[in-house]
T-cell receptor, first 111, second 112 residues
């Protein structure tokens, strides 16, 4: 079982809709959770991080964490074509001092 | 502005040659990491360092080495390049895990 799992997609949503990206992790000791956005041919850039159970909002982005279910998600409201990218979930497993990344979910926002 | 730079951006090399990829950061971060990214595998950790003279093996370290002689640089060396090492390589740095990573722009390496 992979330590961090994401649906690879592709996920397509129409412009203006809510895009929902999901991630599960295996290590219950995980402390910190990150969402990165990666445009094709570019490097990953950090867009959200969350440490505590519940929701964290930043503009059109909301990260949701449920440690009991070992589940973290990213919601993108009012999706724009510029949001089309691969979204990587990363987890600090707690047992190590490096992040473990999921394989990413490719999102396409259709105009 | 502080930054993290990788060089070269693209490299083509022959099987069996030694290759070194450079990573330089001006954030003054103690933690530096090398990842490779391949379709279907996501980002996989090659080597990492928590400070000068400290280096550690990651998930896919066979055939790679690093050295850390100062805070700013963590060069990645492929001892004898193999076609399986054709990939995109990302360097990253971090002041601490709570802050996530900042990535360099990547090096696309092709081994022929």
């Amino acid at each position: 079982q992979k330590e961090v799992e994401q649906n690879s997609g592709p996920l397509s949503v129409p412009e203006g809709a809510i895009a929902s990206l999901n991630c599960t992790y295996s290590d219950r000791g995980s402390q910190s959770f990150f969402w990165y956005r990666q445009y094709s041919g570019k490097s990953p850039e950090l867009i959200m991080f969350i440490y505590s159970n519940g929701d964290k909002e930043d503009g059109r982005f909301t990260a949701q964490l449920n440690k009991a279910s070992q589940y973290v998600s990213l919601l993108i409201r009012d999706s724009q074509p510029s949001d089309s990218a691969t979204y990587l979930c990363a987890v600090d497993p707690g047992s190590a001092r490096q992040l473990t990344f999921g394989s990413g979910t490719q999102l396409t926002v259709l105009p | 502005d502080a930054e993290i730079t990788q060089s070269p951006r693209h490299k083509i090399t022959e099987t069996g040659r030694q290759v070194t990829l450079a990573c330089h950061q001006t954030w003054n971060h103690n933690n530096m990491f090398w990842y490779r990214q391949d379709l279907g595998h996501g980002l996989r950790l090659i080597h990492y360092s928590y400070g000068v003279q400290d280096t550690n093996k990651g998930e896919v370290s066979d055939g790679y080495s690093v050295s850390r002689s100062n805070t700013e640089d963590l060069p990645l060396t492929l001892e004898s390049a193999a076609s399986s090492q054709t990939s995109v390589y990302f360097c990253a740095s971090s002041p601490g895990l709570d802050y996530g990573y900042t990535f360099g722009s990547g090096t696309r390496l092709t081994v022929v």
